[in-house]
């Protein structure tokens, strides 16, 4: 048995996470967190029966202590419970499934406990590359990840260590607007933007596919991930997401994972690399897909994917100012209080305004994020 801690459990990616556990028996979750969604939670507890749990306030941890009295688990609360699931002693690995910079200070911490790492949590390597991987060099442990176009690029290295990437190839969905203009993005509504085209995500995820915010996060996390330059990492748009994203090769051989729209399948291959083992749910038909189609981003139209690259370009603490921004703008556009361009220009006006810091440290990364919400609570 593998046991493992999983970070969110009752997002996306955690309940398929789940899913995955439920189907293969030989794995144990021993620790594990959620946000605010304690119905859930408790079902999955009780069916799962970890060690150790933690909510995300100290209200939801006395709810669920008092559903869950009759069982002889450890209830946390907040930061230091997630530490404490992320560091949990019989942990081998973290599937770290919590959106946003949430995730930095328990994934640290597992680093440091010398835990392999299941990466879902992008924000983590965009705002604190220049520290995590370095980390986890020093502590030889393993960051798998399992978003599916860095898992695809993860997947077509492999046999391939010492040849040298010429180029990734980074797919993109399109999402709900490809091919629109900048006029037709200014009339976009909240339900147009949460209606994805062929994944089944979060919200918040949803709606950075729409802007492509998303694909520009990406990018920064590939540049970590894999060591190469932003002009190695070329965006490109493939509507039926099939191929989840491909390496080019120096003598121009491209490697490339395909696959039906399953997170499942990343998720199941960090938890089980360099394994690959059965999974359910119906295969990957090339006659009945017909064709592929691969198009180039307009970055004119999609301008969060060409602000994260000049984010990423200036480094420093600027990465962490265009994902804070975003953060703060998509959680106003869900609530209805801006328009979808309007995401684009408070991300831009963070950019131009808040104190960029060359080097930052884990404080002044999350002071920063605290510094653009400050600025942006206008809205």
């Known amino acids: 048995m593998r046991k493992i801690a999983i970070l969110g459990t009752t997002g996306s990616i955690g309940t398929q996470t789940l899913s995955i556990v439920e189907e293969k028996k030989d794995l144990d979750v021993v620790a594990m967190s959620c946000g605010s969604n304690i119905d859930l939670f408790e079902k999955q507890i009780r069916k799962f029966g970890p060690k150790l749990v933690s909510c995300g306030s100290e209200d939801k941890a006395n709810a669920l202590r008092e559903r869950i009295a009759d069982l002889n688990i450890e209830v946390l609360s907040g930061m230091d419970g997630l530490v404490a699931v992320a560091t949990h002693s019989e ?18 911490a597992a680093i440091n406990a010398g835990k392999d790492i299941a990466l879902a949590n992008k924000e983590t390597l965009v705002t604190a590359g220049h520290i995590i991987m370095p980390l986890s060099k020093e502590k030889n442990i393993s960051i798998l990840p399992v978003d599916s176009e860095h898992s695809a690029i993860f997947q077509s290295l492999q046999g391939n260590e010492g040849n040298k990437i010429h180029k990734i190839l980074l797919t993109a969905s399109g999402g709900p607007f490809r091919g629109f203009t900048s006029k037709q993005l200014q009339d976009v509504t909240l339900e147009d933007a949460l209606k994805h085209p062929n994944w089944d995500m979060g919200n918040k995820i949803t709606i950075d596919s729409a802007t492509m915010v998303n694909k520009g996060l990406e990018v920064m996390e590939a540049k970590w991930l894999f060591g190469v330059d932003l002009d190695r990492i070329e965006v490109v748009v493939h509507p039926e997401s099939i191929l989840h994203s491909a390496v080019e090769y120096d003598d121009g051989a491209v490697v490339g994972q395909l696959g039906l729209p399953d997170m499942r399948l990343p998720i199941q291959y960090a938890l089980y690399y360099p394994k690959r083992l059965p999974m359910s749910g119906e295969y990957l038909d090339l006659f009945k897909i017909g064709s592929l189609t691969f198009e180039k981003p307009d970055m004119n139209v999609f301008v969060g994917l060409k602000l994260a690259i000049e984010a990423q370009r200036q480094g420093g603490n600027v990465p962490t100012i265009f994902n804070a921004a975003n953060e703060k703008a998509v959680a106003l556009f869900l609530n209805k209080k801006i328009s979808f361009t309007d ?27 605290q510094e653009v919400y400050k600025y942006l609570s206008k809205y």
């Open 91 to 108: 942990a081998e690995i973290v599937v770290t499934a919590i959106v946003g910079m949430l995730g930095i200070r328990p994934t640290v």
């Open 343 to 369: 995401i684009y220009r408070l991300i831009e006006d963070s950019m131009n305004s808040i104190e960029v810091i060359k080097e930052p440290n884990l404080d002044e990364i999350l002071y920063t994020e």
